[in-house]
C-alpha cells in the first residue's frame, strides 16, 4: 500500500461526488439527496468499525461508502421517473447503479494516485455493496460493513422522506 492509500482524503472524494451529482437533473433535495446519503453510509460505517472487534479495511470501506452510488448520475432517469412507470422498470434501472459506479470511482481513484489493490478493494465493495441472494455467504467483512451502512442510513428519517421527495419533485403519486 502506498501513503495515499493510508490517508484518503474523504473531503476531496465526497466533493468529487457532490459535483456529479449536481450536474444531474435529479436527486437534489437538500440534506436528503444522494450525496448527504452517501454521508450517512461513511458515518454509520465508521460506527460498525469502531464496534467490531477484527481487523477491518477502514480506509477502504469509508472511501468505498462515499462512492458506492455516485453510478446513479449514469441512470436513465426516464425509467425511474417517468410517466405511468410500472414498479418493475424502475427496479431494473435502479439495480444498475452499482456497476455504473466502478468505472467512475475506478477513474477518479486512479486519477488521484491510489495504488491498484486499494482500487480493486474499494471497486469491488462498490460494485457488491447492492448484492442479494445465495452470495450473500460469500462476503467478507467489509462487504458487511458497507451493506449494513447502507441499511442503516436507509432507515433513518431521511431514507423513509426521500421516496416522498422524489415524487414532488417528479409530480408522482408514487414510485
Not at 21 to 34: C, N
Not at 59 to 85: E, Q, Y
Not at 124 to 137: A, K
Request: charged share 35%.
Amino acid at each position: 500500500m502506498i501513503k495515499k492509500d493510508l490517508n484518503p482524503n474523504y473531503k476531496e472524494i465526497y466533493n468529487f461526488v457532490k459535483e456529479k451529482f449536481e450536474k444531474t437533473s435529479h436527486f437534489k433535495h437538500g440534506p436528503f439527496d444522494e450525496t448527504y446519503y452517501s454521508l450517512r453510509v461513511y458515518e454509520s460505517a465508521k460506527e460498525i468499525i469502531s464496534k467490531l472487534n477484527k481487523k477491518v479495511k477502514k480506509n477502504v470501506v469509508l472511501v468505498a461508502c462515499i462512492l458506492h452510488d455516485v453510478g446513479k448520475i449514469k441512470l436513465k432517469t426516464s425509467k425511474i421517473f417517468g410517466k405511468n412507470r410500472a414498479v418493475g422498470a424502475f427496479r431494473e434501472e435502479w439495480r444498475k447503479h452499482p456497476k455504473l459506479s466502478v468505472p467512475i470511482a475506478r477513474r477518479f481513484l486512479k486519477k488521484r494516485g491510489y495504488s491498484k489493490e486499494f482500487i480493486d478493494e474499494v471497486c469491488y465493495l462498490v460494485e457488491n455493496h447492492d448484492m442479494r441472494g445465495d452470495l450473500l455467504d460469500k462476503r467478507c467483512v467489509e462487504l458487511k460493513i458497507i451493506q449494513d451502512a447502507d441499511l442503516i442510513a436507509d432507515i433513518g428519517f431521511a431514507g423513509f422522506i426521500r421516496p416522498f421527495l422524489y415524487c414532488g419533485k417528479f409530480s408522482k403519486k408514487s414510485i
